[in-house]
Structure formats: C-alpha cells, structure tokens
C-alpha cells in the first residue's frame, strides 16, 4: 500500500527535503564537525554543544516532551498581530509554504505566510565555535511590510545532568551579560569556568529578553510567549531562573524587498588570568573578533562555501556510478554523511540518545572508524590513540569514555570481552587505508597513566591475548558482562529492577559462560592480526596467534556448532543457547554473522548451512531478526535481552547493526543474490520509498532498530542516527559488494552481486592515487577473471598501489 510522503531525495543538491513538518517523529540533522555541534530537527528543534553533550551543553533542551520536539532555535515573526515561525514549530501557524532541507551539515528551513518569505541557513562554519543562522526575509507581496522579528534561545546552565535535576541551585546561578546586540551567557563564569557562550545578531535592535518567565510568561508555552504576542519585548535582565536569549527587531521591508540577518551562537574560552575585563565583567575580546569573522553575508555565504567544498573533497574520495539511484544515493552521500556524524557522536546525542548517558564506547567507536577511515585519516588515527588509551595492562579496557576529558567511564567500568578484539579491527582499517604502520610504534598510555606507555602495538597483542586468557570450559571465550549484545548478561542474575544489567554481576566466580560471537570476531580478527605480524616480519608472534585461530576454529566446530547453525553461547552453567533443544530463541544472528565471515567449518558446509538457517528462520520482510522465536518471558539466567517485549530491540528486533554480518558472510561465499537481498531490505532509500509512515523515523539515515515479525508494528524503527549500523553498511558495500577493498599493497578488487547487476564505475582516492574502476559482472555474482591496470593485465586481485591515475578494468 502506498503511504503517506513527507520528503524527497534531492541527489544534486545532497539534499533531504521534507515537504510537511508533521513527520512521524522529528527529522534531524547534525551541523559541525569538530568541536562545536548541533542537532536540528526539521521544526529546527534541537540544541549545540562544545565537544561533549554531557559536560558542556550550551543550549537547552527536553527530552520526551509534550508536544514533542519543543525547544530549539526559534524566530517568531508578528506580523500586524499574526505570529509565525520558519520551521512551524512552536507556534504550529498554518505556513502556506513550508521546507526543510537537510545537506551535508547544514539545514535550511524555509516558511512563507501572508506574502512574506522567511528562510534560514542553518550551519556551523569549519574550525569555528559557532552555529550560523541566516535568516533572509522577503516581502513578496505588494504592500510594505512592518514585521516584529524575535529570535530566541534558551540557555543550558552547562552540565546538562545537573541541569535537569538540582533545581535549588540552578534557580540562584543563571548570570547573563548584554553588551549592544550580544547577548552573554555567564552562568559559573564567576568560579571555576573559563568558558561562556553568546547570541549575536549583526544588526541594531530595539530591544531584547533575557529571562525565560518574563518573555514567555510563566503559564504560557512557546506557541505563544507573552513579548511575542503583545509585540513587545521586556528588555529583562536574568538573575537566577531560566536565562534565555531573545533579540528584538523591527523591520520594514518594501514590496519585492529582501533583508539578511545573522544570527551566532557563539562559544567562548578564556585563560585563567584573562578571563575578566573589569570585576565581574567578562573579557569579551574573542566574542568580539569572532562575530567579526562572521559579521556580513558576504563573510557568512564564504563560509558556508568552504562547507560545501569541504564536503565535496569528502565525497569525491569514493564515487559509484550504477545507474540505480537508490544504491548511488546511499553510497555517495548518505551512507558516507551517516559514518561521519557516528564518527563525531559516538552514541552519545542524537533524539534517542540524551546526550547524558552515554560518551564514546570502545567497540562502537573502533567500528566506526572502518566508516569514517577515508574520509580523514588523520582524525581517525588521533582517535585509536585516544581509544587505546582506555585499555588495562591486561588487555581489558572500559567500556567507554568522556570525549572532553577523554578518561574512561568509571560508572560503566569494563568487562565487556568483545571489546578488545575491536582495536585490532580499527587499526588494521587505518593501515590499510592509509599505509601509516607508523601508528604501531606509537607510545599509548594504559588507562591513561602517564610513564604506562607502550606501543601501540603492543596494544593490539594484549587485546588479543586478554582473549586466549579468558577462555572457558569449551575452551570458547568467556563473554564477562557482555559481548557486542550488551543485552546478554550470562553473569548478572538480577531480580532487582534498580540494578543495571550491563553493571551487576551478581555471580562470575566458577562461569562457564561463553560467547560463540566473540569466538568468530576472535577468529576473524585474530587472522587480521596474524598477516600484520606477518607483514611487520614479527613471524613468531605470526605463528603463536595462527595456532590460537586454529585452537578456536576446532573449538567452534567442535562445541560450537548445533547442526544446522553456529550455537550462540553457553550460560553460567554450561548450558546451551541459541540451540535447537531450546524453548525459544533457538537460533541468534550474531554467531551466523561472525563464524560466517570467519568461514569457520566452511569446507564442512557448515557456513552455507547457517546461511540458510538466517533465511529461514531470522529474515522477514524489514530484515533479518536478532533471534528467533523471540523471548516471551524474562530469564533471570539471561539478563536484559529476555527484558524486551517482543520483537523489539534485542529481543528479537531487526537490530540493523549486525545484518551486515550476515550479508558479508554470504559475500564471501559469492551468493551475492542472497546478499543483495538481505542488503536491499535495510538501505534506507528502498524503505524510503515504500514505508514513511510506517518506518517513523529519518528515512536517509539507518536506524539501529526496526520493530521484527514478532512486534505488534513490524517494520517501525525507532533509534536513528548514531548506530553501528552507518558503519557496517559502509564497509559491506563499498568492500564486499561492490567489492573495493583497500589493502596493505593496494587495493583488492573481488565483488560479490546479485546476476542483475550491470556495469558499474567506482572513482577511488587511496593514498597520493586516484583510481576509475570500471566492472564488468557480465551476469556473474562473484569471481573476478581479469582484471587490467592502465591496460596491463595484474595477476591475482590486488591492484598495486602507486600514486597517481590510474585506469582498471575488471571483467568478471
Ligand atoms: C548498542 C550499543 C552497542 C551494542 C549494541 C547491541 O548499539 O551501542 O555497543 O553492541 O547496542 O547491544
Ligand atoms: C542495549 C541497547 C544499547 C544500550 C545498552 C545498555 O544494548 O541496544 O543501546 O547501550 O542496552 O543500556
């Protein structure tokens, strides 16, 4: 059945652009890419940071609110008594034209009412501490219009935990500055902070609001604050309570006129000994040459080119040409877009992720570097340091850490066995991409203790070792708190809905609880391992892990294996899950995806075997579920994933992030049809086209979970953005589908199609080379035959790297 469309791609102008502003759930998109950052819905709901959501949150906003969505960046025009906003929100005036459209870190909304046209550019310019607003007014009709502009945005007091809960402080702290048309912000400026923010407009006003009660009125709402809707601001000072910033302008604008405004929203820090001008007056020199870096449209529109240009470079990296708009779409920009901001977020902000519970994760971030690699190295590389940096002497690390201060999270911990595996699959991504071994040699802290250092390398061996240490009675290994499910918790045994399932392990003494998913992420990325010894010439070290991949393989087939797919584990007691003889959850996608791509008992048939089994029993028409039959009620022996309704989240939901598994084990053993299909049914531009209404969320970006067979709205997704997911989906269609896989020598070319699939080129940057790529499946799924290099045949699939341009063509 068709459904209800909200939006359209717009590929020339990588654009989203939403049509109605009643979307099923808020539309965001991200603005910034270093430092400074934004979340902006298409109602242009949302709020900015300065690097953490947590720690230093600039502007205010509620969660889970009524209506939904409120609190953002808001202009309020009046016009002769009728008040509209731009983005509809909050005042919901019917607009008689509305658009939003979301680019590569930049928003634009426009509304039109009574023959005025109000549109905003939304972005934060590279290397600035700022997000730009441009707001261009224009009188299309044919009378002078006499508009009352109001801007607003409402203050967080910093600590955006502490900012939702200890009233009886925060009410007594909020300071604020106005200095002409600046606002300032200076809660805590006093004592320990160095840092302040500010809202500015390049324009004179005729008046301003500072405190939230005075220009909303208490009992009213943001659809109507009282200095809107009388026309007249309160020119209020904040002391304490809620501060706010809000200027006032009055503009006359002739038919057929158009006037710009900028608007900045500005961070600021200041040394110790500078932070004042005069007692108590903040130091406002670098607010002042700030606002003068982005003071004219002129200056603001050159910025918002080197965006636009900077995303151009971005993009130009890795270019598909199929034919088929809704793969070039997804691979060319969205998909790359998507890497980006999981990149840049972790899990931390997004409109399911608070911004408070959450820093960067170990695991997430190392998978999210295999989508981000390319794009900028340099970034990635700081970033597996920074990682890395979190590990014990062990091998064992936290779980996650805070990206301002970049220390691990003690309220989390660690205990997670999955997580170190995950360092050596971000490294090896860096060095392929890049060719830089230098990394290895790096000197890397444990847990951040200075005189702790060790290389970087050395790294990598620990984590593979705390593996080999930590096996269990199967001799598979143990899964600690969790593996990559955060949801199975073989040791935590919890009847007291107070404790926290990743953080309670009420029992772990004498376990013998063990992962079948940590066996295959060993495996696979333990041979990564093995040919980086290999190629560094550390050839014993090589053959010490060969000899533990081996250990493992026999391990897997030997008490890993169920018959007609890989088990998923073994509980406390050395039961078995993920298995035939079970009640429910008979069979668990996770140990498909990875003893699949581990090829573990392949000559056996046992990959094809499971393969099948995820077709059969795991796939439905939105993808593949997590486990199946779903859980019905909660097992005390496995934790959160039987807490789950069913069909929902681990519970047996379509959790997006690890149908790529799935997809590349069935790349490598070439049915590429089989992972079209299953590729297909998760991209979101076939969902787009068919689910809008049904889907909910964000139909550019992958979600983290869409409802399975087992819900009550099978197909509804819910967690968008910051997922895996991005990453995941990347690699496995730019690698192993389309099959350019970048490699220490070059790169490999071995794609794996569905037989419908016709010539493709795929433009590659790598390293100081630029490589067209042109492939000829001639009906073929998998199996390249010849492939030539600047007319030259090359033996084997690895094209050899050398700088400059290069010509290949690829007949299969
Ligand atoms: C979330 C977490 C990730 C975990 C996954 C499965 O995506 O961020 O770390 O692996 O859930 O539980
Ligand atoms: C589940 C969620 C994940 C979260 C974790 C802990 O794994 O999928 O997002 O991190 O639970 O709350």
Redesign the pocket.
């Known amino acids: 059945m068709e459904q209800k469309r909200y939006g359209h791609f717009d590929d020339e102008n990588r654009e989203y652009v939403i049509t109605d502003p009643k979307t099923p759930w808020p539309w965001i998109n991200y603005l910034g890419n270093e430092d400074f950052f934004s979340l902006i819905s298409n109602t242009a709901g949302g709020y900015s940071f300065y690097k953490d959501a947590k720690f230093r949150r600039i502007t205010r906003y509620r969660y889970n609110n009524v209506p939904m969505d409120n609190g953002g960046r808001y202009f309020y025009i009046n016009d002769g008594g009728t008040v509209w906003n731009p983005g509809w929100k909050p005042c919901k005036t019917p607009l008689d034209f509305y658009e939003c459209r979301h680019g590569m870190s930049y928003t634009r909304i426009t509304g039109r009412k009574n023959g005025v046209e109000a549109s905003v550019l939304f972005f934060v310019p590279l290397k600035k501490w700022a997000e730009v607003q441009k707001l261009t007014l224009t009188n299309q009709s044919k009378e002078v219009k006499q508009l009352k502009l109001f801007s607003f945005e409402e203050w967080c007091l910093w600590n955006a935990a502490t900012d939702m809960e200890n009233f009886q402080r925060n009410f007594s702290t909020g300071e604020v500055e106005i200095e002409n048309s600046t606002i300032y912000h200076k809660t805590e400026y006093r004592e320990r902070r160095n840092h302040y923010a500010f809202y500015h407009v390049n324009t004179e006003i005729q008046g301003y609001d500072t405190d939230r009660e005075t220009f909303v009125g208490l009992y009213n709402e943001f659809a109507n604050p009282e200095a809107v809707m009388e026309g007249k601001p309160r020119n209020s000072h904040a002391h304490g309570w809620s501060p706010i910033a809000s200027h006032y302008i009055e503009v006359t604008l002739q038919p057929g006129e158009s006037k710009d405004f900028i608007f900045l929203l500005g961070y600021i820090e200041n040394a110790q000994d500078e932070k004042f001008q005069a007692p108590q007056v903040i130091n406002k020199q670098k607010a002042h040459a700030l606002i003068a870096e982005l003071d004219t449209t002129e200056k603001v529109d050159k910025a918002f080119q080197e965006l636009c240009q900077y995303w151009d470079a971005l993009l130009n990296i890795y270019k598909v040409n199929t034919g088929n708009p809704k793969l070039d779409r997804m691979v060319n920009i969205w998909n790359q877009y998507q890497c980006m901001v999981t990149f840049n977020f972790s899990?931390s902000a997004s409109f399911f992720e608070s911004g408070i519970?959450?820093g960067m994760?170990f695991r997430d971030s190392n998978q999210d570097l295999v989508g981000f690699v390319h794009q900028i190295p340099s970034r990635a590389r700081q970033r597996i340091i920074d990682i890395a940096s979190t590990q014990f002497p062990d091998g064992g690390c936290y779980h996650q850490y805070q990206p301002l201060t970049k220390r691990g999270n003690n309220d989390i911990g660690g205990g997670f066995n999955d997580d170190p595996c995950w360092l050596i699959f971000g490294t090896v991504a860096y060095i392929k991409e890049t060719g830089d071994f230098s990394i290895l040699d790096e000197m890397v802290p444990f847990d951040n203790q200075p005189g702790s250092e060790v290389t970087l390398f050395e790294h990598l061996k620990v984590s593979m070792d705390h593996v080999i240490n930590n096996l269990g009675p199967h001799m598979l290994p143990l899964i600690g708190r969790?593996d990559w499910?955060?949801?199975l918790n073989l040791n935590c045994f919890s009847w007291d809905p107070n404790e926290?399932?990743?953080t309670t392990e009420n029992v772990s003494e004498g376990t013998k609880a063990e992962s079948l998913m940590i066996a295959g992420l060993f495996v696979v990325t333990a041979k990564d391992y093995v040919a980086l010894c290999q190629k560094i010439g550390k050839t014993e070290e090589a053959a010490r892990m060969q000899q533990a991949v081996d250990a493992m393989i026999d391990a897997v087939k030997k008490h890993g294996w169920d018959g007609e797919w890989y088990l998923r584990a073994y509980d406390f007691y050395g039961r078995k899950i993920g298995s035939n003889e079970c009640d429910e959850a008979k069979i668990f996608i996770e140990s498909q995806g990875w003893c699949t791509m581990a090829e573990i008992g392949a000559e056996d048939g046992m990959v094809a075997k499971s393969l099948d089994s995820c077709k059969k029993y795991l796939e439905c028409e939105h993808g593949m579920v997590l486990n199946n039959p779903a859980f019905t009620k909660y097992i005390y022996e496995y934790g959160?994933i039987s807490s789950y309704p069913e069909g929902y989240?681990?519970n047996a939901g379509i959790?997006c992030h690890n149908n790529p598994w799935v997809i590349i084990g069935e790349c490598l053993a070439g049915r590429g049809n089989d992972a079209w299909s299953h590729y297909a049914k998760i991209l979101p531009s076939y969902v787009e086209e068919k689910y809008q209404t049904l889907h909910k969320v964000e139909p550019y970006v992958n979600c983290?979970?869409v409802a399975g067979k087992d819900a009550f709205r099978p197909g509804e997704g819910k967690?968008s953005w910051l997922t895996g997911t991005a990453a995941w989906m990347w690699y496995t269609v730019s690698e192993f589908i389309l099959g350019i896989k970048p490699d220490y020598d070059g790169i490999r070319i071995d794609p794996c199609l569905p037989e419908t699939a016709g010539d493709y080129t795929v433009q590659r940057k790598f390293r100081d080379a630029q490589y067209e790529i042109t492939i000829h499946p001639n009906g073929q799924q998998k199996g390249v035959k010849q492939i030539t290099l600047d007319g030259q045949p090359v033996q084997g699939t690895v094209i050899p790297y050398s700088a400059g341009k290069h010509t290949v063509e690829v007949t299969m």
């Open positions: 899990r519970g959450r994760g969790a499910n955060d949801c926290s399932f990743q959160e989240k681990e959790f983290q979970m967690n």
